[in-house]
Nanobody, 123 residues
């Protein structure tokens, strides 16, 4: 089992930045990919970004160029740097871990999930 826990959400004005972090614990001895998803009120959870064990990244098109996913394997931690935030980015952001080193985009491909952290962007 792997546990993941997000931190760093909050309120920010449009155009501002936030940095989310995701700490993994438990059976982290194997290679694993990590991803970020988000869910706005009344909408389905959607993919945001993912990073492989080796550092390859993949982004949803609407965040590419504004968001950056990174990781520090020695700390079992992933990050999501979010710049130029817009009201449409308001959502609960979830971190997930995948028991494979390769990236993925689908919810079903991730095995372990955090509780989520709220990000609210006001204009």
């Amino acid at each position: 089992q792997v546990q993941v826990a997000e931190a760093g959400g909050g309120w920010v004005q449009a155009g501002g930045s936030l940095r989310l972090s995701c700490a993994a614990s438990g059976r982290t001895s194997s290679d694993y990919a990590m991803g970020w998803f988000r869910q706005a009120p009344g909408q389905e959870r959607e993919f945001v970004a993912a990073i492989s064990w080796s550092g390859s990244t993949y982004y949803e098109y609407s965040v590419e160029g504004r968001f950056t996913i990174s990781r520090e394997n020695a700390k079992n931690t992933a990050y999501l740097q979010m710049n130029s935030l817009q009201p449409d980015d308001t959502a609960v952001y979830y971190c997930a871990a995948r028991m494979s080193g390769a990236t993925a985009q689908r919810i079903a491909e991730f095995n372990f999930w955090g509780q989520g952290t709220q990000v609210a962007v006001f204009s």
